[in-house]
């Protein structure tokens, strides 16, 4: 079986801060890790993923994230947090190769504070 | 990329009727899925639809409770049936789409669901 953990239920930071949002994952097999986020009243969109290669993976809006093998974790990291990242994101697992059930965590809800 | 959407985005409905929700995709795709987000849990999936195929449905989650249709490679549609103040949660539809594998998820803007 896969999982997720997001430990986090909330993170709060100061506007130009460096913002971390973690997760850890589970699972047999050569991992797919993904980040999505969610704006208010909208639905998820796919924010950056770690398929193969270089562990640090950038995506949209400036956000990226490194995979960790040993500690298994992909931590969302951003240098400088804008009030307009204020949103929930959720981190996602599968194992790779064809088509495979994506399993998503609990969320993090990321205010960011002017 | 894929464009999905998805209706009615909100509903407020009575114990024990039905509701249909719609999923239209700007692109033909293999498989759509049907999501649940209740509050405070993750994404759970309901089932995974093939066009010419049933559904498949994750554990927990029933035909006769959750019918969906899939008659062409660009629509679906999720009912819930004789509803419950249980059912009350966002229905998400999504496609996979783009990448070496097609492993990006987009997502409909979603359906809250409320049940009185």
């Known amino acids: 079986a896969q999982s997720v953990a997001q430990p986090e239920d909330q993170v709060n930071v100061a506007e130009g801060n460096p913002l971390t949002v973690k997760c850890t994952y589970s699972?047999?097999?050569?991992?797919?890790l993904f980040w999505y986020v969610q704006y208010p009243n909208r639905g998820l969109q796919f924010l950056l993923k770690?398929?193969?290669?270089?562990?640090l993976v950038k995506g949209s809006y400036g956000f990226e994230a490194e995979f960790n093998k040993s500690q298994t974790s992909f931590h969302l990291k951003k240098p400088s947090a804008l009030v307009s990242d204020s949103a929930l994101y959720f981190c996602?697992?599968?194992?790779?190769?064809?088509?495979?059930?994506?399993?998503f965590g609990i969320g993090t809800k990321l205010q960011v504070i002017p | 990329s894929a464009v999905i959407s998805q209706k009615p985005s909100r509903d407020i409905c009575q114990r024990g009727t039905s509701l249909t929700i719609q999923c239209q995709v700007d692109s033909q795709v293999t498989m759509m899925f049907w999501y649940r987000q209740q509050p405070g849990q993750s994404l759970t999936l309901i089932a995974t639809a093939n066009q010419g195929s049933e559904a498949t449905y994750e554990s927990g989650f029933v035909i006769d409770k959750f019918p969906i249709s899939r008659p062409n490679l660009t629509f679906s549609t999720l009912t819930v049936s004789n509803m419950s103040p249980e059912d009350s949660s966002i229905y998400l539809c999504?496609?996979?789409?783009?990448?070496?594998?097609?492993?990006?998820?987009?997502f409909g803007s979603g359906t809250q669901l409320s049940v009185l």
């Open positions: 770690y398929i193969t290669g270089d562990n």
């Open positions: 999504s496609v996979a789409s783009g990448g070496e594998s097609n492993e990006k998820l987009f």
């Open positions: 996602a697992v599968r194992v790779s190769g064809g088509y495979q059930k994506v399993t």
């Open positions: 699972v047999s097999g050569n991992p797919y």
